[in-house]
């Protein structure tokens, strides 16, 4: 059976006001309904929220 190959890209946009973001692969072992995750944001110089565009 082939596994279905299409995962959503989701834009992750910086809470910093920085205007960074971020371009992943929705990951499905993470909570579907989860708008935030924190990454690290080079223009701030560290780990910040970033808010799920959708």
Known sequence: MARSTARPVVRLKSAAGTGVTYVTRKNRLNDP????????DPVAGEHVLFREER
Do not use: F
């Open 33 to 40: 309904d989860r708008l935030v995750l924190r990454k690290y």
